[in-house]
């Protein structure tokens, strides 16, 4: 196993275009005569993808953090191999995507996510977001953090710790405890859904949480 080497290819799925045109980011990893596929969770205009670099080309807000979240995930990729190596049993290429997914999905946190979510609102508050549009996210923020405290006695939640009655048991917080209306408890609730669609796209997740929560 020392002698083989692990190599990751990143590369676009044109066939699969969603609705803006972009395609998905693929990645294949080679270790020996074994392959394992997975999804980026990650979308380029194939326009702006430069193959022989596996990154999305120009200085743009898009571009930048589309490299460097393949930047992480690459790391995590090679941290899993090592891992995996350091082991001294035999494995293959597809246990090295297991591995580092759910590396990934074990230490990606909810409100982590959901105040990263905000820093990238901030850049377009006064263009196609309303401040006060804003300061609801950050309320449900609040609240979220306040919920988790109180229920599960610690600061936050990896993506893999969120069950499905997550999203009940809050709405019974705010609107009971905490005493607000139920239009704002919904509104809460759509935007939780943002945050777990996010994870989910980006590889935190490995299932779309609360897709069939409707409000």
Same mark, same amino acid.
């Given at each position: 196993m020392?002698?083989?080497?692990?190599?990751v290819l990143l590369y676009l799925k044109k066939s699969s275009r969603?609705?803006?045109?972009?395609?998905?980011?693929?990645?294949?990893?080679?270790?020996?005569?074994?392959?394992?596929?997975?999804?980026?969770?990650l979308f380029c205009n194939p326009d702006l993808w430069n193959p022989r670099e596996s990154r999305m080309d120009g200085k743009s807000r898009e571009a930048v953090e589309v490299n460097r979240r393949l930047d992480n995930l690459?790391?995590?990729?090679?941290?899993?191999?090592?891992?995996?190596?350091?082991?001294?049993?035999?494995?293959?290429?597809?246990?090295?995507?297991?591995?580092?997914?759910?590396?990934?999905?074990?230490?990606?946190?909810?409100l982590e996510r959901f105040?990263?979510?905000?820093?990238?609102?901030?850049?377009?508050v006064g263009v196609d977001i309303k401040e006060n549009s804003l300061a609801a996210y950050r309320q449900t923020r609040v609240q979220l953090q306040r919920f988790i405290r109180t229920k599960y006695k610690v600061s936050d939640l990896t993506f893999s710790q969120l069950t499905e009655? =997550? !999203? %009940?048991?809050?709405?019974?917080?705010?609107?009971? +405890?905490v005493g607000l209306k139920q239009s704002t408890c919904y509104n809460m609730i759509? =935007? !939780? %859904?943002?945050?777990?669609?996010?994870?989910?796209? +980006?590889?935190?997740?490995?299932?779309l949480l609360f897709d069939n929560v409707h409000v």
């Amino acid at each position: 196993m020392d002698d083989m080497k692990m190599k990751v290819l990143l590369y676009l799925k044109k066939s699969s275009r969603d609705r803006s045109g972009k395609a998905p980011i693929m990645g294949r990893i080679t270790l020996g005569r074994s392959i394992a596929q997975f999804s980026c969770k990650l979308f380029c205009n194939p326009d702006l993808w430069n193959p022989r670099e596996s990154r999305m080309d120009g200085k743009s807000r898009e571009a930048v953090e589309v490299n460097r979240r393949l930047d992480n995930l690459l790391l995590a990729v090679q941290a899993s191999y090592q891992s995996l190596l350091a082991k001294g049993s035999p494995f293959g290429a597809t246990d090295i995507k297991e591995h580092f997914q759910g590396s990934v999905q074990s230490r990606t946190m909810l409100l982590e996510r959901f105040d990263g979510l905000i820093e990238e609102m901030k850049d377009h508050v006064g263009v196609d977001i309303k401040e006060n549009s804003l300061a609801a996210y950050r309320q449900t923020r609040v609240q979220l953090q306040r919920f988790i405290r109180t229920k599960y006695k610690v600061s936050d939640l990896t993506f893999s710790q969120l069950t499905e009655d =997550f !999203i %009940k048991q809050f709405e019974q917080y705010v609107t009971g +405890e905490v005493g607000l209306k139920q239009s704002t408890c919904y509104n809460m609730i759509v =935007f !939780i %859904k943002k945050v777990c669609k996010l994870a989910y796209r +980006e590889g935190a997740a490995d299932s779309l949480l609360f897709d069939n929560v409707h409000v």
